[in-house]
């Protein structure tokens, strides 16, 4: 089983990325997926989760409003569109699969981990 960010790199503040992730080894429609990002230094965090019709979605308060976490089950993919970002929004960005079906932030709850995708915001 493996989960494969992409789509990090450098933007200027204010820009937009999208980050994908595509799972292999097994379909995650059953479950919950999720967003969490490590800037240096600092723990990793939850940033955003999505439950396994994609009907209900959860976001940190630094990024709602700003991100959009949508999945598509047919391509076993999860994305994250990334508007106006600042620049501590810097980080490893990771996707991750739950072991439940709905979304949560709780990392305890995801089993399966990406390798990460580098984004960073230069001011």
């Known amino acids: 089983v493996q989960l494969q960010a992409y789509g990090g790199g450098l933007v200027q503040t204010g820009g937009s990325l999208r980050l994908s992730c595509l799972a292999s080894g097994r379909m995650f429609s059953n479950n919950g997926l999720g967003w969490f990002r490590q800037a240096p230094g600092r723990e990793r965090e939850f940033v955003s989760a999505?439950?396994?019709?994609?009907?209900?979605?959860l976001y940190s308060d630094s990024v709602k409003g700003r991100f959009t976490i949508s999945r598509d089950n047919a391509k076993n993919t999860v994305s994250l569109q990334m508007n106006s970002l600042k620049a501590e929004d810097t980080a490893v960005y990771y996707c991750?699969?739950?072991?439940?079906?709905?979304?949560?932030?709780?990392?305890?709850?995801?089993?399966?981990w990406g390798r990460g995708t580098l984004v960073t915001v230069s001011s």
């Open positions: 999505i439950n396994w019709r994609g009907g209900s979605t």
């Open positions: 991750a699969a739950s072991i439940y079906s709905y979304g949560t932030s709780s990392q305890g709850h995801f089993r399966y």
